[in-house]
């Protein structure tokens, strides 16, 4: 779940897409061994989106509507939904 802080930094979320980065670096690029970095990346951009709104912007964050495609795609793919 996204922190105040996560959410204050500049970029939002930057920490959340750091902790990625440095998962996949020790884990050779496997990004399924990362799977909760990336859930955690996920969850704070949609709460920034939640609090900022569609069109607000963080170098860390994808687009609005492709976040949320993708959180639908990882939902599916975990066999939820």
């Known amino acids: 779940m996204a922190s105040k802080d996560d959410l204050s930094t500049d970029p939002p979320c930057h920490s959340r897409a750091c902790a990625i980065q440095d998962c996949l670096a020790k884990n050779s690029y496997n990004e399924s061994k990362c799977r909760s970095q990336v859930d955690a990346l996920y969850d704070c951009c949609n709460k920034f989106y939640e609090r900022n709104g569609d ?27």
């Open 55 to 81: 069109n607000a912007k963080s170098a860390s964050c994808p687009k609005a509507s492709l976040l949320r495609l993708k959180i639908s795609q990882r939902a599916e793919g975990s066999g939820a939904g």
